[in-house]
């Protein structure tokens, strides 16, 4: 029987490590967070025979929905978010806090971040850890029959949550290397040269939109606060145009203060650009006890509806920004 047992975590061993290996190399490939969590779930579901998969990620010390499979794609994320965020005792928490996976077979009694309403009976909640500094992400497995764990399927969790920490962490670098062509210094979003190879890669097919964003009034704050105080008011609007759009969303700082998203929720934009002057230009900046207030104007295109080059769609979502920008121009001039 100790025998066998050994036999079995030296087979999971093997095997979540070269799951892991072979899902990190989609992060060299495509460098696309969703698609790295759909291929790792697919290869985990023949394990674990899963229902449904999510992954919540830690972004401020309040729950993001990075990604998720297709059987909770009409659900409003953003609401189950903000009442995750106002409650300490919802299951995620505890796996964050204790740093391992863990395995719920009914969740009647439980508050799980989806309505029950029958839909979810099982769970296994684990911990994707990087460099040992915290838990940067949740990957929740979720069943909607009962769910009666194996010995074999502890330890293959056991092993999964050990080599994700050791092998994904060090794809991590690698990606990072060649991320640094793409990457914005200053606020860590994508830059202009990324958006240019995402427009080589784009098929007429793909129905994108293209957002294009420019902050009002801030000159004005680094003419009298100074470029450095300039540099953590970019940062902290970076982030909250970040955190309000999807996982599957790009957002590009375009140059100075000028940021441009691209999704492919062509029919959402509206919407998008109404959240994006929410928590931009409705929300105060604090920095050194330091208080300012920004706006940000935003003009959009829709390709290939408009225009089947993507180029000229900048261009139209650009022009359609500055007349935004006009008509807001007194309201920060003077701030």
């Known amino acids: 029987m100790i025998k066998l047992r050994i036999n079995l975590s030296e087979y999971c061993d093997l095997v979540t490590s070269k799951i892991i290996l072979e899902t990190s190399i989609e992060i060299l490939k495509k460098g696309d967070v969703p698609v790295f969590f759909e291929t790792l779930s697919e290869k985990?579901?023949?394990?674990?025979?899963?229902?449904?998969?999510?992954?919540?990620?830690?972004?401020?010390?309040?729950?993001?929905?990075?990604?998720?499979?297709?059987?909770?794609?009409?659900l409003n994320f953003e609401k189950i978010e903000e009442k995750m965020s106002n409650r300490e005792k919802f299951i995620y928490m505890q796996v964050k806090s204790k740093r391992r996976?863990?395995?719920?077979?009914?969740?009647?009694?439980?508050?799980?971040w989806i309505p029950r309403g029958n839909i979810l009976s099982s769970w296994i909640?684990?911990?994707?850890?990087?460099?040992?500094?915290?838990?940067?992400?949740?990957?929740?497995?979720?069943?909607?029959?009962?769910k009666k764990l194996t010995t074999k399927n502890k330890i293959f969790l056991d092993h999964f949550q050990k080599n994700f920490f050791v092998y994904a962490s060090k794809f991590l670098d690698i990606k990072a290397l060649f991320d640094q062509k793409y990457i914005d210094p200053?606020?860590?979003?994508?830059?202009?040269?990324?958006?240019?190879?995402?427009?080589?890669?784009?098929?007429?097919?793909?129905?994108?939109?293209?957002?294009?964003?420019?902050?009002?009034?801030?000159?004005?704050?680094?003419?009298?606060y100074g470029h450095?105080?300039?540099?953590?008011?970019?940062?902290?609007?970076?982030?909250r145009i970040k955190n309000i759009v999807k996982s599957t969303d790009d957002v590009i700082r375009y140059g100075g203060d000028e940021f441009v998203v691209l999704t492919k929720n062509t029919e959402g934009v509206n919407k998008i650009i109404?959240?994006?002057?929410?928590?931009?230009?409705?929300?105060?900046?604090?920095?050194?006890?330091?208080?300012?207030?920004?706006?940000?104007?935003?003009?959009?295109?829709?390709?290939?509806?408009?225009?089947?080059?993507?180029?000229?769609?900048?261009?139209?979502?650009?022009?359609?920004?500055?007349?935004?920008?006009?008509?807001?121009?007194?309201?920060?001039?003077?701030?």
């Open 228 to 239: 450095k105080f300039g540099d953590e008011v970019l940062k902290i609007a970076s982030k």
């Open 186 to 224: 200053l606020t860590g979003l994508k830059n202009r040269f990324y958006l240019e190879k995402v427009f080589s890669e784009i098929d007429n097919s793909e129905k994108i939109g293209i957002i294009f964003c420019d902050l009002d009034g801030f000159k004005n704050i680094n003419d009298k």
């Open 125 to 146: 909640g684990i911990p994707l850890i990087f460099k040992d500094i915290d838990v940067y992400t949740i990957l929740n497995l979720e069943y909607f029959t009962p």
């Open 101 to 112: 996976w863990r395995y719920i077979k009914n969740l009647q009694k439980e508050e799980i």
């Open 274 to 335: 109404n959240r994006i002057k929410q928590f931009v230009s409705k929300r105060e900046i604090s920095i050194d006890n330091q208080v300012v207030n920004i706006g940000i104007s935003c003009g959009y295109a829709i390709f290939p509806d408009e225009t089947n080059n993507l180029q000229e769609a900048l261009n139209i979502s650009d022009m359609r920004m500055y007349k935004e920008k006009e008509k807001n121009k007194n309201i920060y001039k003077r701030r």
């Open 44 to 74: 985990l579901k023949s394990f674990l025979n899963f229902d449904g998969w999510t992954v919540v990620g830690i972004l401020e010390n309040k729950p993001k929905f990075i990604a998720y499979s297709k059987h909770y794609e009409r």
